[in-house]
């Protein structure tokens, strides 16, 4: 379709996505979930999630972690767990400072697209002790995502898709959850529309700011798994004024499959010397 052509994205902290925003026409106790729902969340100092994918490990979007800082501590399930080490992919890159600034002076941040499109966005945070106290989520290992219903969980900013968010936040706020349809997948990510009634999922719903790095859960014989983390979404219009969060805007999300022998090769590799540094670049 030819409006993809005027999607851009937003800039800053505005790329952060995750939380969740609703449908307008439902009411938000419909999306509202206690914390004991999913326990295996992890929630960043601050604002951002992880899930514990293992006993000691949890998978996050890199760009969540302390950019100048080392990353001493997680909260699962309302319990500070220790971070031993934080291994980031090494195609993850940092959001140059001059693309930022051109998008601010000009409105249009389509560099910006392809430059978090080419970005290997994922990280791994290894925990001082091992989780007993809660069961570690397992991977989707399949390839077919495009066509699933995903359900999205985030405790960040929230709105209704008829006037988006706020995108100055709040943006840690109640957990909840909502559904959407993939409609494309391939290689890093793949990605969906927050669709308006009545074109809507009985619950459908978008990522909004805060919360990136949350879980996208496909549901596979029963058994919820995880497939993709929530990264960064498009909007249409000047990038200035454009507000995040409404109908028609599309969320990409970090695709786990792809990441998957990554993910094997470093879970399984001896603990490294620390590397709970700042991003690489």
Not at 47 to 66: D, K, N, Q, S, Y
Not at 133 to 141: E, N, S
Not at 158 to 166: A, C, K, L, N, Y
Not at 219 to 243: C, H, N, P, Y
Request: with cysteine.
């Amino acid at each position: 379709m030819t409006r993809v052509l005027f999607l851009l994205a937003l800039i800053a902290m505005s790329f952060a996505a995750s939380a969740i925003v609703i449908r307008h026409d439902v009411r938000d106790a419909s999306y509202r979930i206690p914390a004991s729902t999913f326990p295996a969340l992890v929630d960043m100092p601050g604002e951002g999630h992880g899930v514990l994918i293992a006993a000691r490990w949890v998978v996050t979007a890199a760009h969540t972690l302390p950019m100048h800082s080392a990353l001493e501590h997680v909260v699962i399930d309302g319990q500070p767990r220790a971070v031993a080490r934080v291994v980031r992919h090494p195609g993850y890159r940092t959001l140059p400072q001059a693309l930022i600034d051109q998008a601010m002076a000009s409105g249009e941040a389509m560099l910006i697209v392809v430059f978090l499109a080419s970005s290997d966005d994922i990280a791994l945070i290894e925990l001082a002790q091992p989780v007993s106290d809660v069961a570690p989520v397992p991977l989707y290992a399949g390839d077919d995502e495009a066509g699933r219903i995903v359900k999205i969980l985030g405790k960040g900013a929230t709105g209704t898709g008829d006037t988006g968010h706020d995108p100055h936040g709040p943006n840690r706020t109640q957990l909840r959850r909502a559904f959407n349809t993939v409609s494309s997948a391939f290689d890093r990510w793949f990605c969906y529309v927050f669709d308006a009634p009545p074109a809507a999922l009985p619950l459908e719903g978008t990522l909004g700011n805060g919360d990136s790095g949350g879980p996208l859960l496909v549901e596979i014989d029963g058994q919820w798994q995880l497939a993709g983390l929530g990264s960064w979404k498009v909007v249409s219009g000047d990038v200035r004024t454009a507000r995040p969060g409404r109908y028609g805007q599309t969320s990409c999300n970090v695709r786990l499959g792809h990441y998957a022998a990554w993910i094997d090769g470093v879970i399984s590799e001896p603990s490294a010397p620390d590397s709970n540094a700042g991003p690489a670049v």
